[in-house]
């Protein structure tokens, strides 16, 4: 790691510690480029899951095409660079020195957090390296991440569930209108979630985003059928990725002809590609980045499907503002042992470990099919998971997952 790009994380970082709402600050750091945003085409997209495997999915396909993509996903796993990717290749340790530098003093400014500063960064790097096309996927929520300040060819929005209940509302409902906020006039919006209740939602608020004024022209909201499931081969493990795929899919579709795949271009992208993090198979090891409820019961599902060699032993670390004992009973299903730990990128957003113990010492939680431990000493879990033959899964966070593959010496991409 060179000097310059550790001091740049060293003056970014920090900034973490802040989540602030409103596009203002990003639009001046953009500014101060030039708004190099509005030099490419952009594909915008939410939700709560899904979002991150459907941009990689669809980026995949436009690269297939011959287009020149840029891929804006995030958090990342391992290195900081992974968040920023042109045709597959991370933004170089110099460029994010450069571009940190060139926003320093208008970051302090604004008093920017880490996230605006990362946006901002993404569409530089992305007109320096000549990018003919960009996937963009949400922060958090949509209407004022800092990403919405895009004018989209298609917004979509893959599904709905509780998480970052603090800053998007209690309640599904509140989580879906923030969600929706990313439709805008003039370009398709995709939606993907399932429930009938949750869809009319993201409608009517999309619907009422994209025709101010009561435009007369009919908006143009794509569906995709709840039963929808991509069909073909797929390189992505789980059930739950060929609803991705297909809503990957419908994302390709309602973009404009001149840069939609055609369909053997997309279904060969399909097939080979593969989403670091997610159902994400390494010898004995299988890494996923399931961090919700929603997510979990994903994971689940496709291990009672894929049947992983036994027995299954789990390493986990969840963040302490997620439903992590509902997530817990959900995985205790489908493992025979659990190693519970902290991950040491997330040691300040550690769950309770007070809580943590009592709950496993309790004797009215849901009676466990696995053993459980909890091993305070991240290295200890590491060691211990390993014990004995079968199938390790690590889970819980971006950061329980991105923290083993560190420590076992692999490379995310």
Partial sequence: MSSSYAAALEFLYPRTATIKFGLGRTV??????????????????????????????????????GWRVGLYTSPHLVSFRERYQVDGVPISEAAVAMWVSKLRAQIEASDATFFEAGTALAFADFAARGVEIAVIEVGLGGRLDSTNVVQPLVSAVTKIGLDHQKYL?????????????????????????????IVEILTVEAARLMSPGGHPEAPDIRIVPPDAEWTGPLGLLGRHQRRNAAIADAILRALPPTYRPHRGTTERAFAETRVPGRLDRRGRWLFDVAHNPDGMDALVAALEDLRPASPVHALVSILGDKEWAEMLVALDRVVDRGILTIAPSADSRRWDLGWLEAWLSDPNRPPATASWTLLRDFDDAIREVQVGAGTVVVTGSFHTVGDVMDALGLAPI
């Fill in 169 to 197: 509302g209690d309640t599904l409902e509140a989580i879906a209108k923030e969600k929706a906020g990313i439709a805008k006039p003039g370009a398709p919006f995709v939606v993907g979630e399932q429930r009938d209740e």
């Fill in 28 to 65: 001046a750091l953009l500014e101060s480029l030039g708004r190099p945003d509005r030099l490419m085409p952009v594909i915008h997209i939410g939700g709560t899951n899904g979002k991150g495997s459907v941009a990689t999915l669809v980026a995949a396909a436009l690269r297939g095409s």
